[in-house]
């Protein structure tokens, strides 16, 4: 398991952007798989993005407003987060898997990260 803190959360209005960052400890982020999921309250879990040594997918709800980015000097990643919705709205989960590549169990997860966006 790498320890993974979150952070970048807030409250903000539909349209506007925020930047989420994900950093894990006595890991490189260029030997993992990391990604981003959110849980809505009384909803399960979903991804949103991921990345890896190959790049980047996206989920379709947020393909074309998210991107999903990491920075090797500071060894973070993070989710930029454009043209938000209300149904963004959500608990932000940075997770990660040892390989470097996006296969098999994310079994590495932050505490989460508040995101509200209102109309």
């Known amino acids: 398991q790498v320890p993974l803190v979150e952070s970048g959360g807030g409250v903000g209005q539909a349209g506007g952007s925020l930047t989420l960052s994900c950093e894990p400890s006595?890991?490189?982020?260029?030997?993992?798989?990391m990604a981003w999921f959110r849980q809505a309250p009384g909803k399960e879990r979903e991804g949103a993005a991921t990345i890896d040594v190959i790049g980047t997918e996206y989920q379709d709800y947020v393909k074309g407003r998210f991107t999903i980015s990491r920075d090797n000097a500071k060894n973070t990643v993070y989710l930029k987060m454009n043209n938000r919705k209300s149904e963004d709205t959500a608990v932000y989960y940075c997770?990660?898997?040892?390989?470097?590549?996006?296969?098999?169990?994310?079994?590495?997860w932050g505490r989460g990260t508040q995101v509200t966006v209102s109309s």
């Open positions: 997770a990660a898997q040892r390989g470097g590549f996006c296969q098999g169990r994310f079994d590495s």
């Open positions: 006595g890991v490189a982020v260029s030997s993992l798989c």
